[in-house]
Nanobody, 129 residues
Framework: QVQLVESGGGSVQAGGSLKLSCSAS????????IGWFRQAPGKEREGVAH???????RYTNSVKDRFTVSLDNAKNTLYLEMSNLKPEDTAIYFC???????????????????????WGQGTQVNVSS
């Protein structure tokens, strides 16, 4: 059974930093694409940052120079380091994963949520002005 559990969300002022974690269980990291989506009120779900077991990373353009996604294979944990946060980053952040490399789930920096079969429950990030 695959389980993904996010943590690390909270409230921060614009310009601040936050680090999210996603703990994975029941899933080998040897051949997966895993990463983060977010959804703000009234907006579509958006792929944010993803990484696969080969080290291939994908970032949506709005976060490329501010967010860093990483994978700790020993701990079966995914991270998202967010810096220079903006109010537009306010959203629920979800961890999602599936078997395969990100090249099969993403086009350019955009990864598609409909392709992922395993999801966490989300963690709230609030960025104030």
């Amino acid at each position: 059974q695959v389980q993904l559990v996010e943590s690390g969300g909270g409230s921060v002022q614009a310009g601040g930093s936050l680090k999210l974690s996603c703990s994975a269980s029941g899933m080998s990291f040897s051949n997966i694409c895993i990463g983060w989506f977010r959804q703000a009120p009234g907006k579509e779900r958006e792929g944010v940052a993803h990484i696969d077991s080969s080290g291939d990373t994908r970032y949506t353009n709005s976060v490329k120079d501010r967010f860093t996604v990483s994978l700790d294979n020993a701990k079966n944990t995914l991270y998202l380091e967010m810096s220079n946060l903006k109010p537009e980053d306010t959203a629920i952040y979800f961890c999602a994963a599936d078997f395969g490399l990100c090249s099969g789930f993403c086009r350019g920096g955009v990864c598609y949520g409909s392709y992922f079969g395993h999801w966490g429950q989300g963690t709230q990030v609030n960025v104030s002005s």
